[in-house]
């Protein structure tokens, strides 16, 4: 008898957190502008990596063995 009333519980709890998600779900969509914060620092450090960062040569050969 208490797993039965366990499995109602769970099976209540899971419907209301559907009816909310479903709720929310327009809100989810929709367009909203947001801001991004990153240091100074960490986008000097970034293009002094991307700068000094050894790319592979081309290929060497002319057909595409």
Do not use: Y
Not at 12 to 18: N, P, Q, R, Y
Request: charged letters at 30%.
């Amino acid at each position: 008898m208490k797993l039965h009333k366990l499995a109602t519980v769970l099976a209540f709890g899971l419907c209301i957190l559907s009816a909310l998600s479903q709720a929310n779900a327009a809100d989810e969509r929709s367009i909203r502008p947001f801001k991004v914060q990153v240091p100074q620092a960490a986008l000097e450090d970034l293009r002094r990596r991307i700068a000094e960062t050894r790319w592979p040569d081309r290929e060497t050969v002319d057909d595409q063995s």
